[in-house]
């Protein structure tokens, strides 16, 4: 199975820039794994959110495809914990082609891309600028990949 992180926009901070890109170097150990970018919308100050979102969702359709599993990273997706989540991988990993996880830009996802979800899950109750989501998800990627494995990283 290919896992796919999708990001509207490239990622601002260079510290958490080189986190991710450790993570994800890492997760390729396990499986492979890529980061796509949609391009960030320029002039956005004279859209408003409904419009910038609509915008960012239609880049979005454009990138998927019709048999991929898409996951969208929303405050209202179902929570796991670390262990719960590997469980949950390891079953998609088993049915699916190609696992789509999909970070949305700063307003979150249109109506379309709600529709077209095939799952939501959340990080945290808390909120997490969807810059800092792109470290967190690819951490706790990394280590449901190694609790899959049964390797030390993860400690219960």
């Given at each position: 199975?290919?896992?796919?992180?999708?990001?509207?926009?490239?990622?601002?901070?260079?510290?958490?820039?080189?986190?991710?890109?450790?993570?994800?170097?890492?997760?390729?150990?396990?499986?492979p794994?890529?980061?796509?970018?949609?391009?960030?919308?320029?002039?956005?100050?004279?859209?408003?959110?409904?419009?910038?979102?609509?915008?960012?969702?239609?880049?979005?359709?454009?990138?998927?495809?019709?048999?991929?599993t898409?996951?969208?990273?929303?405050?209202?997706?179902?929570?796991?914990r670390?262990?719960?989540?590997?469980?949950?991988?390891?079953?998609?990993?088993?049915?699916?082609?190609?696992?789509?996880?999909?970070?949305?830009?700063?307003?979150?996802?249109?109506?379309?891309?709600?529709?077209?979800?095939?799952?939501?899950?959340?990080?945290?109750?808390?909120?997490?600028?969807?810059?800092m989501?792109?470290?967190?998800?690819?951490?706790?990627?990394?280590?449901?990949?190694?609790?899959?494995?049964?390797?030390?990283?993860?400690?219960?």
């Amino acid at each position: 199975m290919k896992t796919i992180l999708l990001l509207v926009g490239k990622t601002a901070n260079k510290h958490f820039t080189a986190g991710i890109n450790d993570y994800s170097e890492r997760i390729s150990h396990y499986m492979p794994f890529e980061i796509q970018y949609i391009p960030e919308l320029k002039n956005t100050r004279k859209l408003t959110e409904e419009q910038q979102k609509n915008m960012e969702g239609e880049l979005i359709m454009k990138v998927l495809h019709p048999s991929d599993t898409v996951v969208l990273l929303d405050e209202h997706g179902k929570e796991f914990r670390s262990v719960e989540y590997a469980e949950w991988l390891e079953r998609k990993r088993n049915i699916s082609r190609k696992l789509v996880f999909v970070i949305g830009g700063p307003y979150g996802f249109s109506e379309e891309i709600y529709n077209r979800a095939n799952e939501k899950i959340s990080l945290s109750k808390m909120t997490f600028s969807h810059q800092m989501v792109r470290l967190i998800f690819t951490e706790q990627l990394y280590r449901a990949c190694t609790i899959i494995k049964g390797e030390p990283y993860h400690h219960e």
